[in-house]
């Protein structure tokens, strides 16, 4: 892990040379293995609670959006986890 310095001139920081920008930093913690695999998994449950609202959705609220009650079958039956 690299150390950044931060150095004060005349009342404003300035990153030292050589420093990672925050946003760097972030988007490097958020492509670790365990937040990738967790935000799967929060896609995966969203995507199932999804699935069984539009399940509960009548036939006039289905029409509206163009969907058929046979693809919402379709699309309930997936596993949670296939997008």
Known sequence: MRHTDVT???G??????G???AADRVTRVASR???R???LLFSALE????RHALMGLDDHL????????AEVEQ???KPFWRG
């Open 8 to 10: 004060r001139s005349s």
């Open 12 to 17: 404003t920081f300035t990153a030292a040379p």
């Open 19 to 21: 420093a990672v920008p």
């Open 33 to 35: 293995p365990l937040w």
């Open 37 to 39: 695999l967790l935000d």
């Open 47 to 50: 995507r199932r609670k999804q």
């Open 62 to 69: 289905l029409k509206d959006i163009g969907v058929s009650r």
């Open 75 to 77: 699309e309930v039956s």
